[in-house]
């Protein structure tokens, strides 16, 4: 069983970011995996790195759109990422920096409060009109 599942509650109602969002749960399911079944380190670190291409070019790509619609949100939901891709990219540089030979259960707690505050709660709001 997959740890993250796309549902309809993730539905932003743009084809499109679904699809990049089903990618990005994927990159999440592969890198709990590895991390949960022991993974070398180095291992779990370039999962983690492939995550963090993927969300640069979902986020550029998610602002084009946005900006294509004339969103009115866009600046704040534009900070929003910086603020979710640093975080990102700080623990996963702490993480290759660190001790640990695999990511702790607060980093699985940040992936999901990503999909379930960011994509279920702001995500939607430019696809439905909000
Ligand atoms: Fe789909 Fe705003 O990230």
Redesign the pocket.
């Known amino acids: 069983m997959t740890y993250f599942e796309w549902d309809t509650s993730l539905d932003v109602n743009v084809q499109a970011?679904n699809e990049q969002?089903k990618t990005l749960i994927d990159l999440m399911n592969d890198l709990h995996t590895k991390n949960e079944s022991g993974r070398d380190k180095q291992e779990l670190i370039e999962a983690a790195e492939a995550l963090i291409a993927y969300t640069q070019k979902?986020?550029e790509d998610?602002e084009q759109y946005m900006e294509s619609i004339g969103y009115s949100g866009l600046e704040s939901?534009k900070k929003l990422?910086e603020t979710l891709l640093t975080e990102l990219v700080s623990r996963v540089e702490a993480f290759s920096a660190g001790q640990d030979p695999k990511l702790g259960d607060e980093f699985t707690t940040f992936l999901k409060t990503w999909l379930a505050t960011?994509?279920r709660g702001?995500?939607t709001k430019y696809g439905y009109g909000l």
């Open positions: 970011m969002h979902h986020f998610e939901h990422h960011h994509i702001i995500d």
